[in-house]
T-cell receptor, first 114, second 113 residues
Framework: AQTVTQSQPEMSVQEAETVTLSCTYDTSENNYYLFWYKQPPSRQMILVIRQEAYKQQNATENRFSVNFQKAAKSFSLKISDSQLGDTAMYFCAFMSQGAQKLVFGQGTRLTINP | DGGITQSPKYLFRKEGQNVTLSCEQNLNHDAMYWYRQDPGQGLRLIYY?????DFQKGDIAEGYSVSREKKESFPLTVTSAQKNPTAFYLCASSWGQGTGEAFFGQGTRLTVV
């Protein structure tokens, strides 16, 4: 069974700093998707960034980028120039392409301080 | 507007009662999911469905049941067998064999009184 592990329950940085959230996963499959979702206090889940396993190039969305290490089964999220609005829970997620089962990690609570 | 709608937003259940949470999507998505979220924990998968009339158990299916009679609807019933049902429940949908991205509803907060 696929599992997703986020080893940092909480993180806190100052505004404008760069922060990296860690995620590791376990799977025997070769084709899959990885995601980072953000959950602000409203509890609405918002997709931050996605990565297809077959792509070697790391995904980037504005201030958000990932470091995808397929062999190490690692998928970290880097937030550059952090903003107060980035304060939220961040979840790493895995979806197998065949079974379409979407599994989440335990989450990292990120606080951006002014 | 296309989207995924959960209702109600807040739900109260008495001990021993079954309750049904609604999830409707008009995104023409094939796959739908139900998750439970407890304080300090991540999203745990209850059930998911890849196509109409088919669904699979997730990691914490005991005490829950689902149906998928229509593509756009995936209701979740919390039965009296679920001993600790107070939680936040999230429904999601995705294209299935497509992009993989899941879209989420606003959630339902269930409280046992």
């Amino acid at each position: 069974a696929q599992t997703v592990t986020q080893s940092q329950p909480e993180m806190s940085v100052q505004e404008a700093e760069t922060v990296t959230l860690s995620c590791t996963y376990d799977t025997s499959e070769n084709n899959y998707y990885l995601f980072w979702y953000k959950q602000p206090p409203s509890r609405q889940m918002i997709l931050v960034i996605r990565q297809e396993a077959y792509k070697q190039q790391n995904a980037t969305e504005n201030r958000f980028s990932v470091n995808f290490q397929k062999a190490a089964k690692s998928f970290s999220l880097k937030i550059s120039d952090s903003q107060l609005g980035d304060t939220a829970m961040y979840f790493c997620a895995f979806m197998s392409q065949g079974a379409q089962k979407l599994v989440f990690g335990q989450g990292t609570r990120l606080t951006i301080n002014p | 507007d296309g989207g995924i709608t959960q209702s109600p937003k807040y739900l109260f259940r008495k001990e021993g009662q079954n309750v049904t949470l609604s999830c409707e999507q008009n995104l023409n998505h094939d796959a739908m999911y139900w998750y439970r979220q407890d304080p300090g924990q991540g999203l745990r998968l209850i059930y998911y469905s890849q196509i109409v009339n088919d669904f699979q158990k997730g990691d914490i299916a005991e005490g829950y049941s689902v149906s998928r009679e229509k593509k756009e609807s995936f209701p979740l019933t919390v039965t009296s067998a679920q001993k600790n049902p107070t939680a936040f429940y999230l429904c999601a949908s995705s294209w299935g064999q497509g992009t993989g991205e899941a879209f989420f509803g606003q959630g339902t907060r269930l409280t046992v009184v």
